[in-house]
């Protein structure tokens, strides 16, 4: 008997348009043999939706025996959306709740990070009401990290909202940018090396890809060079020696793990000269189209795109049965 699939898409995000692009993806990829696929629209007001021409609101989601979140960024790979699969007790695709809001905010992340003892460049942080009260306390924190620096809000995904600044004016300019995104700010140092990126796939023992780089033509890798302009080349896989590998995939599983992660994650890396790896973040629902450096990973590392979205769904009912086991009273 099939397997009765939800693909949850679209979403209350600044990320919407990229979610059907990857619920687009799947829909073309996933078996249909195995799986009776039913689509679940979110609009960007927040109404559920199914049926044939999408237009019926969600009376139950209940009947589902998976649930696929397709979401990325606020409302959706934040935590929100997993939460109420919880409490609903449904099988869910991809991280819980913790990993999922853990890993978007990036302050969270990264003081997660210190504490496994991996790698990564020093940072400042900041919220809405601090940098109102004391702008000029917050410009001298920044003062403590060497230019370029990176504001980004630290509640979103896609590179929206990020800038690169290179003295006091950018930096304003970006804070108040990022500012528009979210109440919580991130100020990175900027590290000369090479962007690459390992996928990570499984539930207790996690496995790693191979890894990927990131070459962007444009000044660095924004919204618009990922997903508008063609201006980012992806290699894979990348020429990287075998230490730094060995190092990416031990750090990639440590993060996994710090975060108590499942299914899928996309671990980001700066690699230097002098080959010093430092882990830059994780993305716990990454982009999912075939073109995406996700799959591309695991496809280069012998796992097709179909057989990736087989795995998600197999780690996913993997990981409800081991909930199963639970006791929720004394006796």
Not at 52 to 65: C, G, H, M, R, Y
Not at 145 to 163: C, D, R, T
Request: proline residues 4%; contains cysteine.
């Amino acid at each position: 008997m099939k397997k009765k699939i939800g693909l949850l898409y679209g979403g209350k995000s600044a990320e919407h348009e990229v979610s059907l692009s990857t619920a687009k993806a799947v829909t073309q990829a996933i078996d249909f043999e195995q799986y009776e696929v039913h689509p679940i629209f979110i609009t960007l007001d927040g109404e559920w939706l199914t049926g044939p021409q999408l237009i019926a609101p969600v009376e139950t989601i209940e009947q589902f025996d998976v649930i696929f979140p397709l979401l990325h960024g606020t409302n959706g790979e934040d935590g929100t959306v997993q939460g109420l699969l919880e409490v609903l007790n449904i099988p869910y695709v991809g991280n819980g709740v913790l990993a999922s809001s853990a890993g978007m905010d990036k302050v969270v992340m990264k003081q997660l990070f210190e504490i496994a003892n991996l790698a990564q460049t020093p940072y400042a942080y900041f919220i809405r009401s601090e940098w109102e009260k004391d702008r000029d306390g917050i410009l001298a924190k920044c003062d403590n990290l060497q230019v370029p620096l990176f504001v980004k809000p630290a509640n979103l995904g896609s590179s929206v909202g990020i800038s690169k600044a290179t003295n006091r004016d950018e930096l304003i300019a970006a804070i108040e940018l990022a500012l528009q995104y979210d109440r919580k700010i991130i100020v990175e140092q900027g590290v000369i090396g090479r962007e690459i990126e390992m996928g990570v796939l499984g539930n207790d023992e996690p496995q790693t890809s191979v890894v990927g780089e990131i070459k962007s033509l444009t000044d660095f890798y924004d919204y618009d060079s990922k997903y508008k302009d063609g201006s980012t080349a992806l290699i894979i896989p990348a020429e990287v020696s075998e230490t730094a590998v060995a190092t990416m995939s031990d750090m990639a599983k440590r993060a996994f793990k710090i975060l108590d992660a499942s299914g899928l994650v996309r671990a980001d890396f700066f690699v230097t000269a002098d080959d010093e790896v430092l882990i830059n973040e994780v993305n716990t629902m990454p982009g999912f189209t075939p073109s995406s450096m996700y799959p591309l990973l695991w496809q280069n590392t012998g796992l097709s795109y179909p057989q990736l979205i087989n795995q998600l769904i197999a780690f996913a009912l993997e990981r409800h049965t081991e909930k199963q086991k639970l006791q929720y009273n004394k006796d």
